[in-house]
């Protein structure tokens, strides 16, 4: 499993395309902040939060985690690499669980990378601290939900841009669905979930839905691979 995960992050950091997203999402997330600290009044500065940012954060990640899975098991179909890690000792749950925790890591780096702007306000102001933590917990909560979509989608094809089509339209259709005016609809809703986290709440029904989330699509990605066999 190791060697798998350790592979992927190899992969993944030895291609330009890599550090050109990184940049690119540091760069919207800065302007987010920027734009958010010129629309607090100075006097409510020590009560800043990251919560409009979190959101914003989120509209990336929408757009961006597609293109971070999308090559993560599809690639492997293509170039003939899954053939050969089959006959490995390895089982498919391995594998799975190998390239999400691959994927993880890669979106932690992208969270950390984040951490100069809570240390601005933290530094010039006093905001609360709790709601500044759990929208990073929120974030990595959502994001790991994304992903593990995402992996799912890469599982269906060996087409790298098909597998990011297919991930980004259903996390379209899980995203809107809030909109349709339904309670139901406002359960399902995978954007719905992550307000909380921005009040600095920590309701175990949304953790127990991003978590839930991620666990089928993961169950779903295994699913996959042994039909395969």
């Known amino acids: 499993m190791l060697a798998i995960i350790q592979k992927d992050l190899k992969i993944f950091f030895a291609a330009p395309s890599a550090w050109v997203i ?4 540091l760069f919207l997330n800065g302007l987010s902040f920027a734009a958010q600290l010129t629309d607090i009044n100075p006097q409510a500065l020590p009560e800043a939060s990251m919560r409009g940012m979190m959101y914003f954060t989120s509209i990336i990640l929408l757009f961006i985690s597609p293109f971070l899975t999308m090559r993560s098991l599809a690639e492997e179909v293509r170039t003939g690499t899954m ?16 390239k999400y925790l691959a994927l993880l890591i890669i979106y932690l ?9 809570p240390l601005i306000l933290i530094i010039f102001g006093k905001p609360d601290i709790l709601p500044l933590l759990s929208s990073f917990f929120g974030l990595f909560l959502l994001g790991s939900s994304f992903i593990a979509i995402g992996l799912w989608a890469s599982s269906l094809t060996q087409n790298q841009m098909v597998a990011a089509i297919i991930a980004f339209i259903l996390l379209l259709v899980l995203w809107f669905l809030g909109d349709i ?23 175990l029904s949304d953790v127990f839905y991003y978590v839930g989330v991620s666990c089928l699509f993961v169950l779903l990605t295994w699913l996959r691979l042994e039909n395969q066999c």
């Open 22 to 25: 990184i940049a690119g999402f």
């Open 83 to 98: 053939e050969w890690i089959r006959t490995a000792p390895l089982s498919n749950m391995t594998l799975v669980i190998a």
């Open 109 to 117: 780096i992208f969270l950390l990378a984040m951490i100069e702007f």
């Open 181 to 203: 005016g339904h309670n139901i609809g406002e359960k399902i809703s995978i954007i719905a979930h992550i307000h909380s986290f921005g009040l600095g709440i920590l309701d």
